[in-house]
């Protein structure tokens, strides 16, 4: 499965700061912790905040603390803020012939099985039993 | 908390009761057959001795081609025990179960589309398993 930047980095930030909810990152920080630039954790972490699940901010130097729950909040909650809702997709060139439904079918059955194993998985399991 | 034990004939009718509570369907003949000596069938009883939940399950070898793994065919909790354990307490008794028969994997099936239960055998450390399963309407 192919994840958008943005999608990854908000992953990785919220499962980095959900580690620990004491402590307190600054964007700074957590680019450098995987390697991308301030500018574009920054965006993310903009996102992360407006959706209740991280609170801070306030230039380079402010620091982001995990706000949400831990438990409650699974990897689909968080790939759903970056990535376009499955049924929100254009539709394609083709797909209303009897190929291209053949195919959307085969894709969306691919779609389900992934949107089922994002949303099983909690941040708390996720931090519990790294894979 | 809870305590678990082996069910017997006289848990049966207050365990088909909770099943057909939660799932809409009534199988009393189903739920009898798990207390056949091969499978594992236990209940989580509270401290008055109210059924707070089952789970039922057992070492099969070869099934699909794939060799001995503990199945957990079923597990059902009183949704007023909810949150309390009483689910990680049933698959960790029939998990040590599993282990006394010598099987090292537990395995189960579960409705894609059922993020509860996904999410529970997900926090006990499950991931998907070796097979994929496939389905089809008969014409």
Do not use: C
């Amino acid at each position: 499965m192919k994840l958008q930047t943005a999608t990854r980095l908000g992953l990785y930030a919220t499962l980095e700061l959900a580690r620990d909810p004491a402590r307190t990152l600054s964007s700074a920080d957590l680019a450098e912790r995987f390697g991308v630039s301030t500018h574009s954790l920054a965006k993310v972490l903009g996102t992360l905040s407006a959706a209740g699940l991280v609170q801070g901010g306030r230039g380079a130097a402010g620091g982001y603390r995990f706000i949400g729950n831990r438990r409650r909040i699974t990897l689909m909650d968080i790939v759903a803020l970056f990535e376009p809702a499955p049924g929100n997709r254009a539709k394609e060139p083709g797909e209303d012939t009897e190929i291209g439904t053949a195919l959307q079918r085969v894709l969306t059955e691919i779609d389900e099985i992934a949107e089922a194993t994002l949303r099983s998985v909690s941040l708390e399991t996720m931090l519990k039993h790294p894979m | 908390m809870v305590a678990i034990r082996p069910a017997q004939a006289t848990d049966l009718k207050a365990i088909s009761a909770l099943d057909l509570r939660l799932t809409g369907s009534d199988k009393p003949a189903y739920w009898r057959e798990m207390l056949a000596p091969e499978r594992h069938f236990l209940v989580a009883e509270t401290g008055k001795g109210a059924l707070a939940g089952f789970i039922a399950g057992e070492v099969r070898a070869w099934e699909f081609g794939q060799p001995a793994a503990g199945w957990v065919f079923a597990i059902q909790v009183d949704p007023r025990t909810r949150l309390r354990g009483v689910g990680s307490a049933l698959f960790d008794a029939l998990a040590a179960r599993f282990k006394e028969q010598g099987v090292t994997r537990v395995r189960t099936l579960v409705d894609r589309k059922d993020h509860l239960i996904l999410s529970f055998f997900r926090a006990q450390g499950m991931t998907a398993g070796p097979s994929l399963q496939l389905d089809k309407e008969l014409p």
